[in-house]
């Protein structure tokens, strides 16, 4: 319940980084000096990202002969507070988690620090003379920095991008794949060219929504490397964000499958244009499939840095690419380029292509949209590489953005010029050209049809189901032939699907190397290992290789495509909805940098995801759904040990507050009635009895709240004792806060936490507490503050309940003699060693007694955490209270534990009356719908007791007697008494029947009850003439020789049971 802490003085422990004044009214003189005395240090604080080096240690010395150290120009400098020496200005190094490269941690001075300076008597004199002590020494300081900076110059720095070259670059790249140069001219023949620039749009609608989520979440504060699973996983937490970046990984693996298939279908092109198959089509994709990312994963091994300088070579050729594709549509068509469909620019050509084309089925634009979408997927091949870019808050906004911008006007342009310049429907055969003279022509016009005949060309044949190889509807090569210079299109294809695939090799083992350092998932911590300067995940990259040739293996684009667009729509509706969810809760460490975003455009673009999902392909869309719900119940289940203040820890916030404030306003009714328990445990882990029982009764049910008193001492534990402590809780899955009080005794420290404990309606309506069984020995003002916390939770209209178990719940000796080496003797040194390693691994949460900043290494095992079997719960319901008995052991058979015992009600009664009152009682249980096994009536309760157990009563309250000098002096009124818990023989006559009677109970209870698993008897309600003594000397008489634990239990004489509907 409650506990005494004793405190003795702590060292401050000050270690300023450099000299200050102690004079108040004078500045304090700082020198910083760079290692030549050339250049002074500015002040200031100088980011991570400008620190290349590590600053060398200057030594200033003052007149005082005084020893100042620097680090450089970084200025690595107290600076104090105008309002005290110890205190400090704002610095960035007191916001980082992580240290500068060789510097320590900087720490801000706790509130302790700055109360103790000179509450202790210190002067201001004294405390810069121990901040100097404080200080390390001087030639330990300089060998480590200049190790530290040895270090830094033999190891070359990681590289870092920055926007262009990082994420701009690299996202165009990504967007300008396949789709472009193999499928964008079939989607304008099909579609049409308004429908294509809707499909292009919508896509644009989706990438450019799902851009500004990004921007937003990646300003948000730093971003490490994980890409979108790690703004997912840290803005909407790991439940959601740990299935997403499963299957984002997954994608981007399939996703460069993807762009070496459309690689490979290139290059088996040209190999059957030259005769030179190597075995079949599908198989020939295949096989150049399997070399090309066997070779690009080589170049991924290589590092970062070549495969930057790979992309930079890519885009320089697709820029020369596409100058070659504009020219050529402005360049006179030759005779074989027309016989293939292309005629440069022509008005007929352009209003027939505007519409889709009349020979499609129902359903096509989908069909057409889900092939397409794999071209904008791109859009995070930037942010994917967060680690490696200088600045990801500035160059992921920015380099996405832009790159969206200029890939949507190149696709827009493309697709208008090839609908403007070429039919659907050639032959490719030169035969096919008319002979336009003035005697044929009529006759000619009549047998030709098609777009064709007026630009001397019959193409007939294509429209009557002859299968014709060339036409923006048949020839995967338009782009090519419409070029000024063919084999450079070939080149920018080259550039355009290996870049992709490229970029998607790289960013899944980066996003994947990402989720297996964050544990959520088991068996893939293997892949969480880097190596080299940029931490490359080679384990990583070899499973995505992996997974990529077996995607290969399909050696269809078209088959591959819909899996991907399903993956990443579901990605980015979860990118969406991380934004809108961390907008809509309010959160105040919601304060994104990039404001060019709204909630609702952000919600917009997560259902608009969702929907294309299911329109494109429901089935792929219903496994991926499926899949996400799979490994978001494991998440959910294995409750990972991680906080990243995630935008769902908002909202739970906000939902509490919002239904505590709405809960306040309903009017309580007895049908909602829960015991809501106030358990005086003092630290939980002395007591596990009392908690595994009240929270075996109140978990997923009711409130519980564990009370801790803190007496003799005027200062509360420290924050991480009471975080250690509900770890202890959570860890024995007991659902209870635990709240810390002050307190001179028991009585006040109680009484206050009656007071001040709860919130609204969720406030404790029933003190549980253990039983005093030291209180003959203990003080008497202890007894009396014991009885008197009863009487005060009484007078607080709360219901009691005291536990009590034959050895006691207090198991503060069974945990020292645990850490007693002494009492080891019997363990082998395997055992041993196994422990010890325990103990240190676990140190910060283990609880030593008179340590207050501890919880115990393991879990102690108590009877409430066993299965009870088929005993039964015995109910002594002496008293009417309102229910409450009746309550609690109804409650308990709920529970598995406790699930196959039957509950016995036991009631006073009279002999001649006994068919009756049973009868009455069980009409009574039967109306409150209780599953009561049976009822029994007592009607031998007013039978004396037995001598001996008489005898044992008095002995216990021998010690208490007023002596007959001590009754003379006694005060007619108790209260003004020197010794109100002492008892007089007058009030031993006044009391003596009542005592007779529990004495009498409890050789009912004994005889009754010998083999139950828990006994419940209604608790006596103290009276304001009995003496504490006397009242403790009733409670342990009423449940002393019980070898089942024992509850007392008193509700507040209001109904909280009815058999009434409303």
Request: glycine fraction near 6%; aromatic fraction near 10%; hydrophobic fraction near 40%.
């Amino acid at each position: 319940m409650g506990h005494k802490l004793s405190r003795g003085r702590e060292n401050v422990d000050i270690v300023p980084q450099g000299r200050f004044s102690i004079s108040e009214e004078a500045p304090p003189r700082y020198i910083a000096r760079e290692e030549n005395d050339d250049a002074s240090a500015s002040p200031g604080v100088h980011h991570v990202s400008d620190i290349t080096e590590v600053p060398q240690i200057v030594v200033t010395m003052e007149a005082g002969g005084d020893s100042t150290v620097r680090q450089g120009s970084t200025q690595d400098v107290r600076r104090p507070s105008l309002y005290s020496t110890l205190d400090e200005v704002p610095q960035l190094d007191f916001y980082t988690n992580t240290t500068f490269l060789g510097r320590q941690r900087r720490n801000r001075p706790t509130l302790e620090t700055l109360r103790r300076a000179f509450d202790d008597g210190d002067t201001a004199s004294n405390a810069g003379s121990a901040a100097t002590e404080a200080l390390p020494d001087l030639s330990d300081v300089q060998g480590h920095v200049e190790g530290a900076a040895t270090k830094a110059k033999a190891a070359k720095p990681p590289v870092r991008f920055g926007w262009v070259t990082g994420v701009m670059i690299r996202c165009m790249l990504n967007i300008w794949g396949v789709v472009l140069f193999l499928r964008l001219s079939w989607i304008t023949a099909k579609a049409g060219i308004i429908l294509t620039w809707v499909i292009i749009l919508l896509s644009v609608v989706i990438t450019t929504v799902t851009a500004l989520s990004v921007s937003a979440i990646s300003t948000n504060g730093r971003v490490k490397s994980g890409g979108a699973y790690f703004m997912i996983s840290r803005t909407l937490g790991p439940e959601i964000g740990g299935p997403i970046g499963m299957v984002f990984s997954f994608a981007n693996a399939i996703a460069c499958a993807f762009h070496s298939v459309g690689f490979a279908e290139t290059v088996g092109t040209l190999l059957k244009e030259n005769d030179a198959i190597m075995v079949d089509d599908v198989n020939d994709v295949r096989i150049i499939g399997v070399i090309t990312v066997t070779l690009l994963l080589l170049i991924s091994l290589a590092g970062m840095e070549w495969e930057a300088k790979t992309q930079v070579l890519f885009f320089l050729m697709l820029m020369v690419t596409f100058a070659n594709y504009f020219v050529g549509t402005f360049l006179f068509p030759t005779p074989n380029k027309q016989a293939q469909g292309f005629f440069s620019y022509q008005k007929d050509i352009f209003i027939e292509n505007l519409l889709p084309d009349k020979r499609n089925s129902d359903g096509y634009f989908f069909e057409m949209f889900s092939i397409f979408f794999p071209s904008a997927i791109g859009i995070l091949a930037g942010a994917n590489i967060s680690g490696d870019l200088k600045n990801p808050g500035h160059a992921i906004p920015k380099g996405t953005l832009m790159a969206i911008l200029v890939t949507t006007i190149s696709y827009l342009a493309i697709s208008v010029t090839l609908g403007a310049c070429v039919i659907r429907d050639a032959t490719g055969d030169m035969a096919d050209q008319l002979i336009m003279n003035v005697t044929e022509v009529s006759v000619m016009t009549e047998a030709c049809e098609g777009l064709g005949c007026q630009f001397g060309w019959n193409f007939t044949r294509c429209l009557h189901g002859a299968a014709c190889q060339y036409g923006l509807a048949n020839d995967k090569q338009v782009l090519r032939m419409v070029s000024g210079f063919g084999p450079l299109i070939i080149a920018g294809l080259f550039a355009a699907s290996l870049s992709s695939a490229l970029a998607f090799l790289v960013s899944a083992p980066k996003v994947f190397q990402c989720l297996c350092r964050d544990n959520i998932y088991p068996y893939i911590s293997f892949f969480a290992k880097g190596y080299g300067k940029n931490d490359e995940p080679l384990r990583a990259y070899l499973l995505t290789y992996i997974i990529a040739l077996a995607f290969i293996l399909i050696g269809d684009l078209n088959t591959v495509a819909p899996v991907i667009s399903n993956f990443f729509l579901c990605s980015y509706a979860l990118i969406n909805f991380s934004c809108f969810h961390a907008s809509i809760t309010n959160s105040p460490g919601w304060r994104p940098s990039f404001r060019y975003y709204n909630r609702w455009v952000a919600l917009f673009g997560a259902v608009v995801s969702v929907v294309i999902m299911f329109l494109l392909t429901w089935q792929t869309a219903l496994i991926t759904l499926c899949l996400i719900l799979l490994l978001l119940g494991y998440v959910t289940y294995k409750k990972p040990e991680v906080n990243w203040g995630s935008s769902m820890q908002a909202n739970k916030y906000n939902m509490a507050l919002s239904y505590s404030v709405s809960l306040s306003g309903v009017e309580d009714h007895v049908k909602n009635y829960r015991p809501q328990c106030l358990v005086l445990t003092g630290p939980p882990p002395l007591r596990p009895a009392l908690v595994d029982f009240v929270g075996s009764f109140t978990k997923n049910i009711s409130l519980m709240i564990c009370g801790d008193i803190l007496m003799d001492d005027k200062s509360a534990l420290p924050q991480r004792s009471a975080d250690s402590l509900l770890k202890w809780l959570n860890r024995r899955k007991v659902r209870s806060f635990y709240t810390q009080m002050n307190g001179d005794c028991l009585r006040e420290g109680a009484r206050t936490l009656l007071q001040a404990t709860g919130l609204g309606k969720l406030k404790p309506n029933t003190l549980v507490m253990g039983f005093k069984t030291n209180w003959r020995e203990s003080a008497p003002c202890s007894l009396d503050d014991y009885v008197n916390t009863i009487y005060d939770t009484f007078d607080a209209n709360y219901g009691v309940c005291i536990l009590r178990l034959m050895d006691g719940l207090d198991v503060t000796e069974e945990l020292m003699c645990e850490d007693n080496a002494g009492f080891e003797h019997d363990e082998s040194p395997e055992q041993q060693s196994s422990n010890d390693s325990t103990e240190e691994d676990s140190d910060q949460d283990s609880f030593q007694p008179g340590h207050q900043d501890h919880t115990p290494n393991d879990q102690i095992t108590t009877v409430f955490q066993t299965k009870q079997g088929k005993k039964t719960i015995d109910v002594y319901w002496i008293s009417d209270d309102g229910g409450l008995t009746l309550l609690i052991p109804y409650l308990l058979t709920r529970r598995k534990h406790w699930r196959n015992c039957k509950v016995r009600v036991f009631v006073v009664g009279q002999q001649q009356t006994i068919e009756e009152d049973r009868k009455e009682m069980v009409c009574l249980l039967q109306s409150f719908r209780l599953d009561v096994h049976d009822v029994i009536v007592i009607t031998d309760s007013e039978r004396p007791p037995l001598a001996k157990n008489v005898k044992r009563f008095e002995g216990s309250i021998a010690p208490f007697r007023l002596s007959g000098e001590q009754e003379d002096r006694m005060a007619p009124l108790r209260s003004d008494s020197p010794w109100p818990w002492r008892l007089s023989e007058k009030e031993l006559d006044a009391f003596k029947t009542k005592s007779e009677k529990k004495v009498r109970l409890n050789e009912i209870i004994r005889r009754n009850s010998k083999h139950a698993a828990l006994v419940i008897v209604s608790l006596p309600v103290p009276q304001s003439d009995c003496p504490s003594s006397l009242y403790m000397a009733w409670l342990d008489a009423l449940t002393c020789g019980l070898h089942c634990p024992a509850l007392l239990i008193r509700g507040n004489q209001q109904n909280v049971l009815t058999f009434y509907c409303q």
